[in-house]
């Protein structure tokens, strides 16, 4: 007996159901990205291991899937390099490729080599997966999908306030009610410098982020255990306990960063984000939220975080400013800002909330029922009638007893069937079935795809 086949760890099928809504996603998400001027890329599966790299800390590189040189890939080998068995010298000599690890290094390069063809300001959005050789857990998978949108070239803060508008509008169009959490790198390294422990920022950030979970008291015995001096805990609580609305709590944060020039910037460009988008009208609720930190090391203004507020769900966006994208080619100075839609979670919620569109996720909407040769070349003119009006439609391949093709019918949730017998084909016309109410109707060609449509 024949084994059955498998598919790698950490890696998924998907379905004819859930590819709708997943296309559904992706295609809401390129319409507004277009409707704000941006233009899709795509970059190779595979980039060159100089590429990849040293660009995502040690850990990182343990964790790129690299891809064996084509051919006699042992030729270049000794054996006792072979003996030796260290697996990082042998990676590196018998290959030269790996699969892309996220979508914003590869984007990086693409500008450094594409820089003379590009109009600056560049906005790009890039729909594709990547993969991680990571342990395969619920919700951690080694290949999946990201969704990213930039904009490179500029300082203008007015992106910021774009790419919040952009962000508004896809979960307004998904029906998703969410919080848009935002906070600046600037502040957070202000915070830190007027309390004189710099070197402790992401401990600051890790214990107030459980304020709500662990209450005051917690948060400060917890800063405490990280190093911090009781002068140094005392200058936070008005952090900590900042409260009230976004401008309440950039005065607030003015206040206690007067001192420190960078931190005054970051609350200088949070003003006039937040002032923007008072403007923008804005459907969903943006917050501002000091323990929002986001990858310290690599944002350097304005950063973003949404939560969806009727599930249960980590951040289902994330993104931010960084001021040197293109630096690690060699090229400095490059600035640019970005989000990157959680696809699989986005998933989760709108099943969650059963929030899909029905014509989204519904795939063919006529069936014409097959009596035999004769009633299929009848229907068949019907059929490009149907097809040419928009309307997705299957005649069933074979000339099968009835209750097979309505079974295959309802199988696939089609809401409309055609028959065509002999009496349908002596007055010209078509019986028209909506398989949710059980009304059969004889009609015309016109009546019928008015019916549908």
Not at 135 to 146: L, N, S
Not at 298 to 306: C, D, N, P, Q, S
Not at 431 to 445: A, D, H, R
């Amino acid at each position: 007996m024949a084994q059955k086949p498998s598919i790698p760890k950490g890696t998924r099928d998907f379905s004819p159901l859930e590819m709708a809504k997943r296309n559904y996603i992706f295609n809401t998400i390129k319409e507004v990205y277009q409707l704000y001027g941006f233009q899709q890329i795509e970059t190779p599966a595979m980039e060159t291991l100089g590429t990849l790299m040293g660009k995502y800390g040690e850990e990182g590189d343990k964790l790129l899937f690299k891809v064996l040189n084509s051919g006699d890939f042992l030729s270049k080998v000794s054996d006792d390099e072979l003996k030796e068995r260290n697996s990082l010298h042998l990676a590196a000599v018998l290959c030269e490729k790996g699969l892309r690890y996220d979508l914003t290094v590869p984007f990086a390069r693409y500008v450094v080599m594409h820089r003379e063809e590009l109009q600056l300001p560049f906005k790009r959005y890039q729909m594709q997966p990547v993969w991680r050789a990571d342990r395969p857990q619920k919700g951690r998978y080694r290949e999946f999908w990201q969704f990213d949108g930039d904009i490179v070239g500029s300082d203008s803060l007015l992106n910021e306030v774009e790419l919040m508008q952009i962000v508004d509008t896809v979960f307004t169009r998904f029906g998703v009610r969410v919080q848009i959490k935002i906070n600046n790198r600037k502040i957070l390294s202000g915070i830190a410098e007027v309390i004189g422990a710099a070197d402790k920022i992401v401990d600051i950030t890790v214990a107030i982020d459980k304020l709500d979970k662990i209450g005051l008291d917690n948060v400060n015995a917890e800063l405490r255990e990280d190093g911090l001096s009781e002068e140094q805990i005392a200058k936070l609580q008005p952090i900590i306990t900042l409260e009230g609305t976004n401008d309440e709590k950039l005065n607030t944060i003015a206040q206690v960063l007067a001192a420190s020039e960078t931190g005054m910037r970051g609350v200088e460009e949070l003003q006039y984000i937040l002032g923007a988008l008072k403007t923008a009208g804005l459907k969903n609720e943006i917050q501002l939220d000091l323990t929002l930190a986001r990858g310290l090391n690599y944002y350097t203004g304005a950063i973003f975080e949404v939560k969806a507020l009727d599930v249960p769900m980590g951040s289902i966006l994330g993104g931010g400013r960084y001021d040197n994208l293109t630096g690690i080619f060699g090229m400095p100075g490059i600035s640019g800002v970005g989000i990157s839609f959680g696809i699989d979670r986005i998933f989760d919620v709108l099943n969650a909330l059963d929030a899909y569109p029905k014509d989204a996720v519904v795939g063919t909407q006529l069936l014409f029922i097959n009596f035999g040769e004769r009633e299929t070349a009848y229907c068949l003119p019907f059929v490009a009638q149907a097809r040419a009006a928009g309307i997705r439609t299957e005649i069933f391949p074979d000339a099968a007893k009835m209750k097979k093709q309505m079974s295959y019918a309802n199988a696939k949730q089609i809401p409309f069937v055609a028959l065509a017998g002999e009496n349908e084909m002596a007055a010209g016309k078509l019986t028209l079935k909506n398989m949710e109410t059980g009304e059969q109707t004889l009609v015309t060609s016109e009546q019928m795809i008015k019916a549908i449509k």
